[in-house]
């Protein structure tokens, strides 16, 4: 699974408004910089964002965009449905996307991908923003520790 760059940018913007709560209102240029995301897409996401009702705006000049909801309310994999649509990694293990192969009767790691789809969901669905936004960011020495995964390709 890969997300979309509106996903990816959706999630920088909502973890920036868990970790300000309480804070109030931060403006756009301030959320645009800070999450290192060009004004004018953000400003599309926000809207999508508002339509969930995961944030709000606040007009004016000391206005711009918090949390509407709590964060233990929203999961990573409501986040990435309502953005990418899909989970799963191929479109013959998808339910709401499927799409048919002609090797489907005789395909060997069809079940390793549904595998990979059912973890993926499970795992996403469990993790909601509060949680998330408590963990440390990740090394990029862990990205690369190919022991840990006993492979490369990744």
């Not at 986040?79 to 048919?100: K, L, M, Q």
């Not at 509060?130 to 990029?140: I, S, W």
Request: hydrophobic share 40%.
């Amino acid at each position: 699974m890969k997300l979309s760059r509106k996903a990816d940018y959706a999630l920088r913007v909502l973890f920036t408004l868990v970790d300000r709560r309480g804070e109030g209102p931060i403006s756009m240029t301030a959320l645009a910089k800070q999450n290192d995301v060009p004004k004018r897409f953000l400003e599309h996401i926000m809207l999508d964002l508002k339509s969930q009702r995961w944030v709000e705006s606040t007009p004016g000049r000391t206005g711009g965009y918090a949390l509407a909801c709590s964060p233990d309310d929203v999961t990573l994999g409501q986040v990435v449905r309502f953005f990418d649509g899909v989970i799963a990694p191929v479109g013959c293990v998808s339910v709401t996307n499927f799409e048919g192969c002609s090797q489907a009767a005789t395909c060997r790691f069809r079940r390793i991908l549904l595998d990979i789809r059912n973890l993926t969901a499970a795992h996403l669905d469990s993790a909601t923003l509060a949680q998330v936004a408590r963990n440390q960011p990740v090394a990029e020495r862990e990205v690369y520790s190919l022991e840990l995964i006993g492979g490369d390709g990744i």
